[in-house]
């Protein structure tokens, strides 16, 4: 009767938790939790996976060396926020950022991957 996958889950509700946090209701009763920064961490646009892949390479390259200090930049020590998640089609959430990125596309998958 439906082209609906029958394992389609889907968000029933999203709220706000606390300042940088929110919570999704899923349709198959799972609730999970999520951080604006662990989201932001998980974006999956090819800019941020390659910054990504940058930093592990850097992690890598420096293994047993005598390595840089890690450094904390102001932009990183501001605290991110969700400014918006609108729908994409019934499949993603397109999320953006205080820090102004908003290009990542969130599918539920992944969603349910970085969640708590
Ligand atoms: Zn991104």
């Known amino acids: 009767m439906t082209n609906e996958p029958e394992t389609l889950i889907v968000p029933e509700s999203i709220e706000r938790v606390g300042e940088n946090g929110l919570a999704i209701q899923w349709s198959d009763g799972q609730r999970l939790s999520y951080s604006a920064v662990g989201l932001r961490d998980g974006c999956p646009c090819a800019t941020c996976r390659e910054k990504q892949r940058a930093k592990e390479k850097d992690r890598e390259e420096s293994k047993g060396k005598l390595r840089s200090l890690p450094v ?7 605290p991110i ?22 290009s990542g596309i969130f599918t539920f998958d992944l969603l349910r991957q970085l969640g708590k």
Do not use: Q, V
């Open 72 to 78: 904390l930049s102001a932009g990183e020590l501001k």
């Open 81 to 102: 926020s969700i400014l918006r998640m609108r729908p994409l089609g019934n499949y993603a959430y397109n999320i953006a950022f205080s820090d102004g990125h908003d």
